[in-house]
């Protein structure tokens, strides 16, 4: 809605004719009262202000308006003949965006008008997502802690408060060091996705935490954020039961593996978004990546907590389309970025598989990547078609897997920084749900080429 403070005809009706286009309502107040009982009504888009006006001038209405915290953001043009430099100082003093002199260009006012109601939209846009997220992480079942460069309590999720044992409000903007005594490791970041654990001292007594981490931007400096279970219950086994402990270790170490890689994207994305120099076609894509991590969040969390299998195929991806997803959205943040080229055949057919997790397979397999390639080499992301489905590879010129660890990465009990780890069973599980298979071929000292092989929508 744009709603026009204005007592000439003339301008409102030219005001009227340049909103309609712009799919705005527009509502036309011929004096500062009658604005001001539009506005408890409803919040508008934006507004435009004569400063001249029976019964409350232009600025008693700013003044009104800046009172009330609820329109702080509504962006207010000054469209008014008197516009000596001690009024237009004045009007810009209270918050207004812009200063329009009559007689003015048409023209200009339109394009004035498209700008500022299109950044409205777009920060509105933005709340959304933001709130979409805050909800997905609020309802997460693993806890959650944001802390900022000096180790103070920026963020706690609803699962996290109750893990520590201390209400949210209680914990946020406190030392982490001082509200949870004995949990400094878990905001030691150590740039790995391994799964740790230590003890938390609580109102109910200690606590056991399984917890990862990862580096996060707060504010413009590098934080962290802490992802963790409590273990009590995972723990909680029969002494005899041996294989009932492993399947619950496993399965949290599993998990804490496998959000990392989204919160990661989620975290990248979000600074780029910030700086001002990014632009809006950049911005929106961004922030539909945010809200797709945040949904990806959301559906590794419910397999977590239901231990189902792997979701029906029901679904068609879009190999080449991943690929660029990958590279440009999951490793926004990595300096290793540089170093990947996506080679894919034109014309490939979409192959059978749910999209995210055949996302969670091929980022898997570029994190190895990326890890085996840390003192320099190339990383190569490809595609083909065979006859009967699609051939996908991820390969990199680096450290290579040793030979006598090669016959074991598939393995869940196995692991090794560069050889693979916890990823690989995991996409081995996954590919070969899908009716497809995975391979692998190495030599140490020269690279690594997984391939896998998907059948065709």
């Known amino acids: 809605m744009l709603l026009a403070c204005e007592d000439e005809e003339r301008i409102v009706e030219l005001l009227r004719a340049i909103a309609e286009p712009l799919g705005v309502d527009f509502i036309a107040a011929r004096d500062g009262a009658t604005a001001l009982a539009h506005l408890a009504a409803r919040k508008p888009s934006m507004m435009t202000l004569d400063l001249v006006l029976r019964n409350l001038d232009g600025f008693a209405v700013l003044e009104r308006i800046r009172q009330r915290r609820d329109l702080d953001d509504m962006p207010v043009m000054v469209v008014s003949g008197t516009c000596d430099p001690a009024t237009i100082k004045r009007a810009y003093a209270l918050g207004v965006v812009d200063f329009v002199a009559k007689p003015f260009n048409v023209d200009l006012l339109d394009a004035k008008l498209r700008v500022f109601l299109r950044m409205h939209r777009m920060r509105d846009d933005l709340e959304r997502r933001e709130q979409f997220l805050e909800q997905v992480v609020n309802q997460m079942s693993s806890g959650l802690i944001v802390v900022d460069a000096e180790g ?7 699962a996290g408060a109750a893990s520590v044992g201390h209400p949210a409000e209680a914990l946020i903007g406190r030392p982490a060091a001082l509200a949870l005594p004995g949990a400094d490791a878990l905001f030691l970041v150590s740039g790995d996705a391994l799964q740790r654990r230590l003890v938390v001292k609580t109102p109910a007594g200690e606590r056991v935490l399984g917890f990862t981490n990862a580096a996060i931007d707060v504010r413009g400096q590098t934080g962290a ?16 039961d041996e294989r009932g402990r492993e399947d619950h270790s496993q399965s949290a170490k599993n998990f804490a593996h496998e959000v990392r890689n989204p919160l990661a994207a ?9 700086r001002d120099s990014t632009e809006r076609p950049h911005r929106q894509r961004l922030s539909r990546a945010i809200e797709s991590e945040a949904n990806r969040i959301t559906r590794l969390v419910r397999e977590y907590i239901e231990r189902g299998h792997e979701p029906a195929l029901v679904e068609e991806a879009d190999v080449a389309a991943l690929l660029t997803d990958i590279v440009e959205v999951n490793l926004l943040g990595s300096p290793a970025r540089e170093r990947i080229h996506i080679d894919c055949q034109s014309g490939l057919p979409k192959v059978r598989a749910d999209a995210d997790r055949l996302k969670q397979v091929v980022l898997n397999l570029v994190l190895n990547a990326v890890h085996a390639t840390e003192e320099g080499g190339a990383i190569t992301l490809g595609a083909a078609a065979d006859a009967r489905g699609v051939a996908l590879k991820v390969s990199d010129t680096g450290c290579g897997i040793a030979d006598g660890d090669l016959p074991r990465i598939f393995e869940e009990s196995f692991s090794t920084r560069r050889g693979g780890g916890l990823g690989l069973p995991i996409a081995r599980r996954i590919v070969e749900a899908h009716g497809g298979s995975i391979r692998v071929e190495s030599a140490t000292g020269q690279g690594t080429t997984f391939t896998v092989w998907l059948p065709s929508a």
Do not use: W
């Open 225 to 240: 954020v802490a992802v963790f279970r409590e273990l009590s219950t995972v723990e909680a086994v029969r002494p005899g």
């Open 266 to 274: 989620i975290g990248a994305a979000a600074q780029v978004i910030a």
């Open 152 to 158: 103070v309590i920026v963020k706690v999720n609803a």
